[in-house]
């Protein structure tokens, strides 16, 4: 069912924070069409995962987190990591393989990283970020310090042993976590119904006697209110939270895939629940703010966006005699 308007929030929103939700869930879809844009003029190699149609959950989650809590992604990380605080450039020029690049060019669109940003990386492993953050989250806890992790994957990932094994620990050590779920319905080209004994992810929490949420997560404000609730819980020392955000990704797997095998009615069905539109007019209807404010935000971050893309150009390569350097590995 399409909703036009969104529903009142839980937890009070300012002009000020709705700006900077607004902001940020632009920021995401244009970066990830320029994504597009520069892939296919060849400057960018290996396979790219666009995020465009789940801007709020990454905006919803990330914003209502602290700037020292942890973030953990998956392939499809551009956006959680510019949400988390890397910059465009930072996040360009490392789909360049350029030097500049926040993983020195080494890395590319699936291995993002961040230390000053504890943004914990992109990893190309179904699943393979989970254990990653669960471990994060006993470190913090281990500390005796109160930061919180958010760990995001799909809903395939939900399916793999890992998931599993770390809710059980997380659940075990009240660990200060929280696990999302972007459902959007497909793994590449399985649809999830077709892949999953129980379709209601949120539902497999009670596995492990944990709080499970379903949002829709095409509502920025929506995952706002379930991820602030479950960030006070974690940081209180409550435990975990599950969080399944349905959501559609709005173009292929990856930028590889021609995107042939979803039916055209699922797509325009999805499309008309944008969340950046619904976020458009919830602050119009507030007063927050009119379209030509709106616009003038668009307009800046696209010269932003931009200006990564020049940089991205002109940094330099990785010079060929540090190819061994970053490496864990010692020469034997
Ligand atoms: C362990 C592992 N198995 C298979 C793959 C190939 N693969 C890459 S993405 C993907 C689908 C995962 O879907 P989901 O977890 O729902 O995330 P989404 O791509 O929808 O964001 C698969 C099977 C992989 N990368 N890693």
């Given at each position: ?7 009142p ?6 002009r ?6 607004y902001?940020?869930m ?16 060849g ?12 801007e ?12 020292d ?13 510019l ?17 500049t690049?926040?993983?020195k060019?080494r ?14 990386g ?29 760990c ?8 793999n042993g ?8 997380a ?28 379709t209601?992810?949120?539902r ?13 997560g ?26 399944e ?15 042939e095998?979803r ?6 069905f ?5 969340p950046?539109?619904?976020?458009a ?11 030509d404010?709106?616009?003038?935000i ?10 990564a ?17 970053f ?6």
């Open positions: 069912m399409v909703q036009e308007k969104l529903p929030t839980r937890f009070a929103l300012d000020q924070e709705a700006l900077i939700l902001r940020d632009i920021l995401g879809r244009t970066f990830e069409d320029t994504c597009a844009r520069m892939y296919y003029r400057k960018m190699f290996g396979f790219v995962h666009l995020y465009n149609g789940q709020a959950v990454s905006t919803g989650v990330i914003k209502s987190m602290r700037s809590d942890y973030v953990c992604s998956t392939y499809r990380d551009h956006v959680h990591a949400s988390t605080g890397l910059t465009p450039r930072s996040v360009m020029a490392e789909l360049f393989g350029k030097a690049g926040c993983s060019g890395g590319g669109s699936m291995h993002l990283f961040s230390a000053e940003h504890n943004f914990l992109g990893y190309a492993f179904v699943a393979e970020g989970i254990p990653v953050a669960t471990g994060a989250a006993f470190a913090a806890k281990y500390r005796g310090t109160d930061q919180v992790t958010a995001f994957f799909g809903d395939g990932a939900s399916n890992q998931f599993f094994e770390c809710l059980n620990m659940a075990l050590w009240n660990l200060p976590i929280l696990y999302v779920v972007e459902n959007n319905l497909w793994s590449i080209g399985m649809y999830h119904p077709r892949a999953s004994s129980i209601d992810i949120y497999k929490a009670d596995a492990f006697g944990i709080p499970g949420v379903r949002v829709d095409m509502d920025v404000l929506a995952v706002r209110d379930v991820a602030k609730e479950a960030i006070q819980r974690a940081r209180a020392g409550e435990g975990p939270t599950l969080i955000c349905t959501t559609y990704r709005f173009r292929g797997h990856s930028l590889a895939d021609p995107d095998l039916d055209p009615a699922e797509k325009e999805w499309r008309q629940q944008d950046i539109p619904r976020l007019a919830f602050i119009a209807e507030q007063g927050f703010a009119g379209p404010e709106l616009k003038l668009d307009q800046e971050i696209r010269s932003e966006v931009e200006e893309v020049v940089f991205a150009e002109e940094s330099p390569e990785p010079p060929v005699d540090e190819l061994y350097r490496q864990f590995a010692e020469d034997e």
